[in-house]
């Protein structure tokens, strides 16, 4: 990229001083007082963002600006696995000792997990858990366009039948997942359904894995859908997300479209525009949403909360893109799934959101009887009509979010009861409110009504009140 010229009448200014600063150090243990290794903390400020992550002790150290001992809005802790994220607004940040923040466990506030298979508010709010014990995706193909994924995973062993690694050029590395995305979302669709961890959303679906980050290109986009091709993959979840449009990849996207594989996108994760693929006709396009009750009071996730949430307590993700050409909005906060290598967590993002859509294709590709080979009748063609007529009913099983923005949402949240056809449009699953006056995170809702403080306290928590709104 060529910079732009500089006006010749602008004075250029001096490099600034270096600031003076402090060595601040951070402790960060769980809730139980074990050390947490690898825990990112951040300290926010407009003019002073710093990001270290912790040592095997639980420790870490960066030298802070004077300025950030008062100014700082907040401190997030986001710890690798095994814990809630947890942001502490104005700290009040010491020098002579450490700043410790305790993560609670994720079997904190999900004490039979994972004895007991999670039953997660993305499965009941999507209607998963209507559907027959027989729906389970058997005989479709999905191909994970993501960060790999971590082989050895109690959720996925001997799951995963083939993948390639694209970005090394290898047919084993894609077995290794550096971020934990990839992992996340394999388990999230397709877990081992041994009644503990995680069940998959599809769990008969046969699961195939491209790694294209990190280090991706748009060129190892363009080949992993090419693997598509030639594997007749039914649905390509495609986790990456471009900001720049590319002929190359929507050239490569229509033809994997006329080649019957339906490609479920993430909208991206920058809060703007809707990104690449996931912009282009012929791509399913997919927000995030969160819902309030759903992760501890305390956590970071409160940050995502953009707007005044529905009556249910959905609201959309801060992060997400949006705007013209949103298809749909699927749960994209506080999910909890597998993480690298054997371990679990929650993570947020529009993949994150995607992955729960691309189960549902798969679903209606299986079960729907408008996709379901049956006797007597001529053999489904793999072509972009499949996809077309896919990607409509999944679309037109939305449940509708009247107070939600429509450019965050799209036509609402797809359900898997009605878009497999065993439940009629308008009998979206009952949603009830996850957030009330009890104390406690994850709280049951209060059928009798309770009372406004938990909302009031989660807006003001993400700077969308003041005291002067509330007086």
């Not at 870490?60 to 814990?83: D, F, K, S």
């Not at 104005?90 to 994720?106: H, K």
């Not at 996207?253 to 080649?259: G, M, T």
């Not at 994850?442 to 700077?463: E, I, K, Q, V």
Request: charged share 20%; hydrophobic share 40%; proline share 11%.
């Amino acid at each position: 990229m060529v910079p732009s010229p500089r006006p010749a009448d602008r004075a250029v200014p001096a490099p600034a001083a270096p600031a003076l600063g402090a060595e601040i150090a951070f402790e960060v243990a769980d809730d139980a007082g074990r050390p947490i290794e690898g825990a990112a903390v951040s300290l926010i400020g407009a003019a002073f963002p710093t990001t270290v992550f912790t040592d095997a002790s639980g420790r870490a150290e960066a030298r802070v600006p004077l300025e950030a001992m008062t100014t700082a809005t907040a401190l997030i802790v986001h710890p690798a696995r095994g814990c809630w994220p947890v942001r502490v607004p104005r700290p009040e940040l010491l020098v002579n000792e450490a700043n410790l923040t305790v993560c609670p466990r994720i079997t904190t506030t999900h004490p039979d997990f994972p004895d007991r298979p999670l039953d997660s508010w993305g499965r009941r709010v999507m209607g998963f858990d209507r559907l027959p014990p027989s729906y389970r995706g058997h005989a479709t193909r999905i191909a994970l366009i993501d960060s790999g994924v971590a082989a050895g995973h109690p959720d996925l062993t001997e799951r995963i039948p083939a993948g390639r690694d694209i970005v090394g050029q290898d047919d084993k590395s894609w077995q290794e997942d550096h971020i934990g995305t990839g992992t996340h979302h394999a388990v999230l669709i397709a877990g081992r359904d041994d009644g503990t961890g995680v069940v998959g959303l599809a769990p008969d679906a046969e699961v195939h894995v491209c790694r294209v980050t990190p280090g991706g290109w748009a060129a190892d986009l363009i080949e992993a859908l090419d693997f598509c091709v030639e594997q007749q993959i039914d649905v390509a979840l495609i986790a990456c997300a471009i900001p720049e449009p590319s002929a190359l990849v929507a050239a490569k996207i229509d033809e994997a479209r006329r080649s019957g594989v339906a490609c479920v996108a993430a909208a991206g994760d920058a809060a703007g525009p809707i990104h690449h693929p996931a912009a282009l006709p012929g791509v399913l396009s997919v927000g995030a949403i969160g819902q309030l009750g759903t992760f501890p009071a305390d956590s970071a996730e409160i940050t995502q909360l953009a707007a005044a949430p529905s009556p249910e307590g959905l609201f959309p993700a801060r992060f997400s893109n949006g705007g013209p050409g949103l298809d749909c909005s699927a749960p994209g906060v506080a999910i909890i799934s597998g993480l690298p290598p054997t371990s679990y967590g929650p993570l947020s993002g529009t993949a994150t959101a995607a992955a729960h859509v691309a189960a549902v294709a798969a679903l209606v590709l299986a079960h729907h009887p408008m996709f379901r080979p049956e006797s007597g009748r001529p053999q489904i063609t793999r072509d972009s009509t499949r996809v077309d007529r896919l990607f409509e009913v999944i679309k037109a099983s939305c449940r509708p979010l009247p107070h939600l923005d429509p450019r965050l949402t799209g036509a609402g949240i797809p359900d898997a009861a009605v878009a497999v056809g065993v439940a009629p449009w308008g009998t979206h699953t009952p949603l009830p409110v996850a957030y009330s006056a009890a104390t406690g995170p994850l709280s049951p809702a209060d059928p009798g009504g309770g009372t406004l403080a938990p909302l009031t306290d989660a807006m003001r928590a993400a700077g969308l009140l003041t005291g002067q709104d509330e007086s």
